[in-house]
């Protein structure tokens, strides 16, 4: 495979260049493949479905051919994943699809543990380790140290701002051994980014030490996201005549975005023949996407903090693929947009647990509010001519191509279910007055000793200690 850039469609280079330098320093742009290959239909149509191992495989091969032999990439997808997404129905037409049963218990293991893997493949031949240096207000953080922990060759260096995360998130974080250290930053999360800004820049720290980041603009962390969309795709057409009568429902992926990294995976699975009709782009009250979606202006903005802050993001990365994938009426058509205020977050988990039993985490929240208004009336209201105001919680007001198969009764929502509500305990108990059982692994890591090294927000003496330990 071929990749291009996002700025720039004369750049040409290999998937090991675009994975090991992230996106492209000279023109600022982000890798994308020339071409997303359709899978055989054969493949897609078979009944039961393949595993998702089986998925994962037939959908990365392209993307690495002439550069990872199959062997070398099967065995990086079963290391990759001795877990699976599980589809759990919710009523006839809506699924939640937990991604959240990897080691950190949060969707971004899909991607963080390929990429290790791909870069660990990619490296084996230099002299000397690569280290990765990641600064993190949460989630990125602890899938990224989880997935390099042990991993040859590579070491990972965590920067986060000293009591700004949860005590869950900071111990995911700061218990790791090995090839896995952690710096609690005297600091906000801009400083902990700054620092590794800087170290990025610094060309004499670069002749020292080869450095890398793995932030999630990294292509070999979206292209293995598109996995679970194709595999739950599937998994919910062969079924949907069995749950719902229906034959061939349109399936709608209801996708809670931040940096719409999630999002961006769900369109290549599309466009690799996923029998997917459409997406719901969920946010919180950082709803640049959504603004732009119903206005045509796209205005980055500092972020707000939420109760879902995984997605706090104003100025989303991805947007630069999404809008070099597709004009803004395309988007339009794929997409109905939606987003949530704080206080519809907490009546969101306390409606879900209410109606179906399901405990649902803050970020799952809101795409799951989405789907229950479009099934609702929302959808069909809007193709009534209803005008709904953007500035306000809700739909915006454009109307996807797949709306009228809402109206229509022959569409299904599959709601992506981005964490664990473990992981946000707080919220979830002022919520539905209950906090959710907390899964083994979880409570395995609340037990271990914290090894965060304490750092002053100062690039000297983070320069220093990045000399004196890696090597
Ligand atoms: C990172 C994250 C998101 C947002 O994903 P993007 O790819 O940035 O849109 C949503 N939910 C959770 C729990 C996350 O950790």
């Not at 495989?57 to 990439?73: H, R, S, T, W």
């Not at 990897?102 to 690569?130: H, I, Q, W």
């Not at 206005?295 to 706090?312: F, L």
């Not at 979880?442 to 914290?450: A, G, H, I, S, T």
């Amino acid at each position: 495979m071929i990749y291009t850039d996002t700025r720039d469609s004369n750049v040409k280079t290999t998937f090991k260049n675009a994975v090991m330098s992230g996106m492209n320093k000279e023109t600022g742009g982000l890798y994308i493949p020339v071409e997303f290959p359709k899978l055989d239909p054969a493949f897609l149509a078979k009944n039961p479905e393949p595993s998702f191992r089986d998925v994962a495989f037939n959908m990365a091969k392209p993307y690495v051919e002439g550069e990872i032999p199959d062997e070398d990439l099967m065995a990086i997808i079963q290391d990759a994943y001795p877990f699976t997404p599980k589809i759990q129905p919710l009523d006839n037409i809506s699924y939640v699809l937990e991604l959240f049963h990897g080691p950190t218990c949060a969707f971004k293991d899909f991607g963080a543990r390929f990429m290790a893997r791909v870069m660990s493949y990619f490296n084996k031949d230099e002299g000397s380790n690569l280290h990765i240096l990641v600064a993190t207000s949460g989630d990125t953080g602890s899938a990224v140290g989880s997935a390099f922990h042990n991993v040859p060759g590579i070491d990972v260096t965590i920067l986060y701002p000293e009591g700004k995360i949860s005590a869950i998130q900071e111990k995911q974080l700061s218990t790791f051994t090995g090839n896995v250290r952690a710096l609690k930053v005297k600091g906000t999360f801009d400083d902990c980014q700054k620092l590794v800004k800087t170290a990025f820049t610094d060309e004499e720290l670069r002749s020292k030490l080869r450095l890398s980041s793995a932030n999630s603009i990294n292509i070999a962390r979206l292209l293995p996201q598109g996995f679970y969309y194709m595999y739950s795709a599937l998994t919910v057409r062969n079924r949907a005549s069995i749950d719902n009568k229906i034959t061939d429902p349109a399936i709608i992926m209801v996708v809670p975005s931040g940096n719409f990294g999630n999002l961006t995976s769900g369109l290549i699975a599309k466009e690799m023949g996923a029998p997917i009709a459409g997406f719901t782009a969920a946010t919180n009250t950082n709803k640049t996407i959504p603004d732009w979606i119903a206005t045509g202006e796209y205005n980055a903005r500092p972020s707000v903090e939420t109760y879902a802050n995984a997605m706090d993001v104003g100025a989303p990365s991805n947007y630069e693929r999404i809008k070099a994938m597709y004009t803004l009426e395309e988007v339009r058509q794929q997409f109905a947009s939606y987003w949530l205020d704080n206080d519809g977050i907490k009546q969101a988990i306390s409606d879900c647990n209410k109606k179906t039993g399901y405990i649902i985490d803050p970020h799952g929240a809101i795409g799951w509010k989405a789907w229950e208004d479009i099934k609702n009336g929302g959808m069909e209201a809007l193709l009534n001519g209803a005008k709904n105001d953007f500035e306000k919680p809700g739909l915006t007001t454009n109307i996807p191509e797949w709306a009228v198969s809402v109206k229509d009764k022959k569409a299904v929502g599959v709601i992506l279910e981005t964490a664990h509500p473990a992981k946000f305990g707080n919220i979830v108990q002022d919520s539905i007055g209950r906090e959710p059982p907390l899964p083994s692994r979880l409570e395995e890591v609340m037990k271990l000793p914290d090894r965060a090294v304490s750092m002053e927000n100062d690039y000297n003496l983070f320069k220093a200690w990045l000399l004196a330990n890696l090597e």
